[in-house]
């Protein structure tokens, strides 16, 4: 089946040229290609392979186990010939070629993890199973990803080389045209004259070696890193050879100032981020500033001593950009409400295999063919009635335990109905998630919102583990209308369960109420506060661990938050001063199990 051509595809200049200059230096690292659905991603990666005299193009599923990655033991040699030996992965098939991943934020860590280090070092090394091998994996790493489903972690993030925006384009004429070349490439596989647009691209690949990095680009390169005060040396090394490739693909065999200039927004922009406040790529005005003054920076050793940069980065100024979202707290210098320790792993059905055991031993776990084939050969297996076959009994099937990190689904439930302290609650409720996404990626959290008031619930922030999802739902809450407690409490218990149902998630639910107990909306005939309290009774059923936050206040206190309190079974509080603050830090205590 022919490969749509690569230059054919319209527009994603920024995307092609990155997919370029990986192709004549992988050691660049990697490209990330972040972007809505339907935008080429894949399309321009599968271009990319063919241009590679048609090298491998491997595409690694969302849900590949490590064996299916790494290699492990060769089920068949073992089984056959009863000897321990070595299957390659899909590091070995990607040899030579691209090794595609999409959605790769969505990919389980500790896979990132190691895509990035063989990527890097050109060698995969496996020593699990009973097997200890190696072999070469170059392979050209292309990553691609939805920030809607969430950010990768910034280590992880930080690793990738380049990273290019990628959107489908608004000029209808532009839409047109792709659909045309499109279509008729779906009618006969025809080059569409772009055949011979890409044997020479190919060609020029084929050929091109990085040009030589004269001392005063390395300088430059420093100042620009600097200037846009990303942390480490990563970008250092990524903008000069990046800068080496570009000048090759010029036909120049010395990189000079304007190779800098265009790589440096590939290679800086994904990684300025300091904390997950800040936007997931540093803004065109501010990339472009930063570029100019490390490329006007004086010669090094002539400039000023420069100070920290986190010594004046502040989670509270990061936040007035105009985003019409309140600040959520003032935490002074960096992140001072740290994350409590937690477990950080739980079994689980998919993740990292730790160890195995008897199948016997761990009801509910199925057969680990890997695992159960090599205890066999190890022990000689078992001898069956048929010559020259062997049988492995059932008290030699062996089950894989795995575990992947721990996580919890934050649900807040917010009364945003027409009452005293409304828009208190909204802007601590707002606040407090935007500071428990903020280390989210370390525990694999999520957040989501509901509020309740006019027109019913609703859920306004789905499951997230995303600040940039959260700050666009959040841009402002409508407060006002009648108290239908009752059907907030429904809805909560409503995301609770089916999260905790969904068997690819190890987290736990917690639901947080902020409200003041009162009810004057019901669904029907009902009686608003009696609904209130058996919507409670049914989160103490489902045994959802839950926390209610009394917010009454005024002169006359009816303590109605206590009593729905008691009905839910959770731990009562009383905000004698609620703050996004000491929200965010009662939620964090709670889910560390602290009283």
């Not at 050929?207 to 846009?228: G, Y």
């Not at 020259?388 to 009994?393: D, K, M, N, Q």
Request: net charge negative; glycine share 10%.
């Amino acid at each position: 089946m022919m490969t749509f051509p690569f230059s054919a595809v319209v527009g994603q200049e920024q995307a092609k040229l990155a997919l370029q200059l990986i192709a004549v230096d992988p050691g660049i690292g990697g490209v990330l290609l972040r972007g809505e659905k339907g935008s080429a991603k894949t399309t321009l990666a599968r271009g990319l392979a063919a241009l590679m005299d048609d090298a491998p193009f491997v595409e690694l599923p969302l849900g590949a186990t490590e064996d299916r990655l790494l290699g492990s033991i060769d089920i068949a040699a073992a089984l056959t010939a009863n000897r321990v030996s070595f299957r390659p992965g899909l590091l070995a098939d990607a040899h030579g070629g691209v090794l595609y991943v999409d959605e790769v934020n969505l990919l389980a860590d500790h896979l990132v993890d190691t895509l990035l280090d063989v990527a890097a070092s050109g060698v995969n090394r496996v020593e699990r199973d009973g097997v200890a091998h190696q072999h070469d994996a170059r392979f050209v790493l292309v990553g691609s990803m939805n920030r809607e489903e969430g950010e990768l972690r910034p280590q992880l993030l930080d690793r990738f080389g380049l990273c290019v925006e990628v959107r489908a384009p608004l000029d209808p004429a532009d839409r047109a045209e792709i659909v045309r070349r499109r279509l008729a490439f779906d009618r006969d596989e025809s080059e569409g004259g772009y055949g011979s647009g890409d044997r020479r691209l190919a060609a020029t690949l084929r050929h091109t070696c990085p040009a030589d990095v004269p001392d005063e680009i390395v300088s430059q390169a420093a100042a620009i890193a600097l200037a846009a005060g990303v942390e480490g040396l990563r970008a250092d090394l990524v903008l000069c050879r990046a800068a080496a490739a570009h000048a090759a693909l010029s036909g120049r065999a010395i990189a000079g100032t304007d190779d800098l200039r265009a790589v440096a927004p590939m290679a800086i922009a994904h990684r300025s981020r300091r904390s997950p406040f800040d936007p997931p790529v540093m803004d065109s005005d501010r990339l472009q500033q930063a570029i100019d003054d490390g490329l006007n920076a004086p010669p090094a050793g002539d400039s000023p001593p420069r100070s920290d940069p986190g010594e004046e980065t502040n989670v509270d100024d990061s936040l007035g950009d105009g985003s019409g979202l309140p600040r959520p707290m003032t935490l002074g210098r960096g992140l001072s409400v740290p994350a409590p320790p937690r477990s950080g792993q739980v079994e689980a059905e998919r993740g990292r295999a730790v160890r195995d055991v008897p199948l016997a031993q761990y009801p509910g776990g199925s057969v680990s063919v890997t695992a159960t084939v090599r205890r066999a050969v190890a022990d000689g297996g078992v001898a069956d009635r048929r010559p020259g076959t062997r049988a492995i009994g059932e008290s030699g099937l062996r089950a894989a335990v795995r575990s992947r990190p721990r996580g919890s689904l934050v649900i807040l439930t917010v009364d945003t109905s027409t009452s005293m302290g409304a828009a208190e609650r909204a802007e601590a409720a707002t606040g407090s998630v935007l500071g428990l996404l903020a280390d989210a990626y370390q525990r694999r959290d999520q957040v989501c919102m509901i509020t309740f008031g006019e027109g019913g619930a609703h859920t306004i922030l789905p499951p997230t583990g995303s600040t940039e999802v959260a700050r666009r739902r959040l841009q402002s809450l409508q407060t006002g209308g009648a108290t239908p407690l009752g059907a907030g409490l429904k809805q909560a218990l409503a995301v609770a369960t089916s999260a905790g149902a969904r068997r690819d998630t190890e987290r736990e639910p917690l639901i947080v109420l902020l409200s003041d107990g009162r009810a004057t909306a019901a669904t029907g005939d009902a009686e608003p506060f009696a609904e209130a309290l058996e919507a409670a009774a049914a989160i103490s059923t489902a045994a959802v661990r839950s926390i209610v936050v009394d917010c009454e206040n005024g002169p006359r206190r009816l303590r109605l938050a206590r009593q729905v309190a008691r009905a839910m079974g959770a731990r009562y509080l009383v905000a004698a001063d609620l703050s996004p603050r000491w929200l965010d830090e009662t939620i964090r205590r709670e889910l560390a199990g602290e009283k």
